[in-house]
């Protein structure tokens, strides 16, 4: 049973118990939840700096340069993108949404790479007159209406192929998407025809190749799988006349939710360097979009008890928070540690933690052995990542407050939305 002994907390330090109080960085969670109610997103600024900065440390190589590129949809507010831009970083984004929130943070289109499998006409104009950097192509159709698109607006796209290198990552099913019966990615079989083929095409230039094989990742095997088939590619274009500037991994690193060993940045990205240096592809840009290992431990989901409720079969904890608010356990039975605010002597009772949406689906953790009693704050660690970017409005309920904790000082980077936000925009018939 995962979780039973949680003597240090999974996740960052900058959340931890002070005493028998969680804190977030200087500032106790129950300060949080009083000054901005529950359920409520709470980000450490300190944890999300320290991950980027253990990336830019990580990229460090003799001769292979790392470009970072933060995949927005894990935590898209605005304060988070601006944090990381701040840093240098750029940006992997999947929807022309994305980018003008890249934009609005202050990041550099130059920097972006755009990524995903089904991009509009719109979005490629929106993309290409903002100058994104390149556009990762994920079918011969797709590259063919992008040379359409960019030839309309008199540019010349940069574009890298994402091929799909058939491996398993390991991982749930709905996160694993370098396998090739997955949507992602070009077939093997079919890039080197299709980099020849760009070539011929007057809108779009090569410029590199691409993949990004899964998420929660949490061995390099993998990866290193994935990167001999990728540069067995980039040798098989270049001697057909490609030329390949960039090699972009993808992103996918895992973090520790409970009993996880994934590796660190470091631990990750050297021996992928090592391999491109070894195999004679040193003095090229690799290219990662880190995701889930810039932002998730850095946040937690701020809940409060309503109900203990017991039923002959189990005793249920009924809190204020949703599968509308935090989907991850619903949608792939993720688990996430779950503590109480304030530690309590007694005796612990299993709980199944639920909300009050009105699908039994509706749970944040099940079986998990707590001191608890009603209206206790309960905190969900590890909830940096696609958890406010998740969540919903089912049942009508406005989403959470995101709140950035900066030392002693509490940021409220959202207000929680209200029920007239949620109807604003609706009409009634005549
Ligand atoms: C989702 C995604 C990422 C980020 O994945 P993480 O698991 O959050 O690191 C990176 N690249 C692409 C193309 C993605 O779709």
């Known amino acids: 049973m995962k979780f039973l002994h949680l003597s240090t907390l999974p996740g960052d330090p900058h959340i931890a118990y002070r005493q028998n109080t969680l804190f977030i960085e200087q500032v106790g969670a129950s300060a949080v939840a009083e000054a901005f109610g529950t359920p409520t997103y709470v980000y450490s600024r300190g944890a999300i700096e320290a991950a980027a900065r253990q990336y830019a440390e990580a990229a460090a190589h003799d001769t292979v340069r790392v470009a970072l590129r933060y995949a927005v949809k894990a935590n898209s507010n605005l304060a988070v993108l601006q944090l990381l831009a701040r840093l240098g970083w750029g940006f992997d984004i999947v929807s022309g949404g994305e980018l003008q929130r890249v934009l609005a943070a202050g990041g550099q289109a130059g920097k972006v790479v755009f990524s995903g499998v089904g991009k509009t006409a719109a979005e490629m104009r929106l993309a290409l007159d903002a100058g994104v950097d390149c556009f990762n192509v994920e079918s011969p159709n797709e590259l063919a209406l992008l040379d359409r698109v960019a030839a309309e607006r008199g540019k010349t796209a940069r574009v890298a192929l994402r091929v799909n290198p058939d491996v398993d990552a390991g991982t749930h099913p709905y996160i694993s998407t370098g396998l090739k019966t997955n949507k992602f990615g070009i077939a093997q ?205 089912y049942n009508s309920r406005g989403r959470p407050a995101e709140v950035l904790i900066d030392g002693n000082e509490m940021t409220l980077l959202r207000p929680r939305e209200t029920a007239e936000q949620l109807y604003a925009s609706e009409r009634l018939l005549p």
């Open 189 to 393: 079989e079919q890039a080197v025809d299709l980099a020849v083929r760009i070539a011929l095409l007057p809108h779009v230039q090569l410029v590199g190749i691409a993949c990004h094989i899964g998420s929660q990742i949490t061995t390099v095997e993998p990866y290193l799988d994935a990167l001999d088939k990728v540069l067995d590619l980039v040798e098989a274009m270049e001697r057909k006349g490609a030329r390949i500037e960039h090699i972009d991994l993808g992103g996918g690193l895992g973090i520790r939710y409970s009993d996880e060993t994934p590796p660190t940045a470091q631990q990750w990205l050297q021996p992928l360097l090592a391999r491109i240096a070894a195999r004679g592809f040193g003095h090229r840009t690799v290219m990662v979009e880190p995701g889930r290992s810039v932002v998730g431990n850095a946040g937690v989901l701020l809940t409060r008890t309503l109900f203990v409720k017991s039923t002959p079969a189990k005793h249920f904890a009924v809190v204020d928070a949703g599968m509308n608010d935090l989907i991850r356990p619903a949608l792939y039975h993720a688990e996430q540690a779950v503590v109480t605010v304030q530690r309590r002597d007694g005796a612990p009772r299993r709980y199944d933690i639920v909300g009050p949406v009105c699908e039994s689906a509706d749970w944040l953790a099940r079986d998990r052995a707590l001191v608890l009693d009603e209206g206790d704050l309960l905190a969900v660690l590890s909830s940096g990542a696609y958890g406010m970017v998740m969540a919903s409005n």
